[in-house]
Nanobody, 123 residues
Framework: QVQLVESGGGLVQAGGSLRLSCAASGLSFSSNTVGWFRQTPGKERGFVAAISSRGDSTYYTNSVKGRFTISKDNAKKMVYLQMNSLKPEDTAIYYC????????????????WGQGTQVTVSS
């Protein structure tokens, strides 16, 4: 059974960095795109970043381009999100997810979800 567990969240000052990790046990990296989404209270869960099953393509929402980097280690079944130059508006619960959809930013295509890790960026 697939289980995704996020870690690495915390409190950081604006301009600082965090690296989120996702342990994706049971997930087939050969057939699943892995993505990161984030959500604040009262808002829909929004796309942040994704990496293709082959690892040859990455995708980012415009607001994080140049600041965040997604990567993965297939052998370790780990997915990472390096978050630099953090801003208060990045504050959210961050979730990792697995998808067999060909559209990496399509939330509805993600079948497997973690429980999330809180990221708080102070001014």
């Amino acid at each position: 059974q697939v289980q995704l567990v996020e870690s690495g969240g915390g409190l950081v000052q604006a301009g600082g960095s965090l690296r989120l990790s996702c342990a994706a046990s049971g997930l087939s990296f050969s057939s699943n795109t892995v993505g990161w989404f984030r959500q604040t209270p009262g808002k829909e869960r929004g796309f942040v970043a994704a990496i293709s099953s082959r690892g040859d393509s990455t995708y980012y929402t415009n607001s994080v381009k140049g600041r965040f980097t997604i990567s993965k280690d297939n052998a370790k079944k780990m997915v990472y999100l390096q978050m630099n130059s953090l801003k208060p508006e990045d504050t959210a619960i961050y979730y990792c997810a697995g998808s067999t959809s060909y559209t990496p930013n399509n939330r509805d295509g993600y079948r497997y979800w973690g429980q999330g890790t809180q990221v708080t960026v102070s001014s």
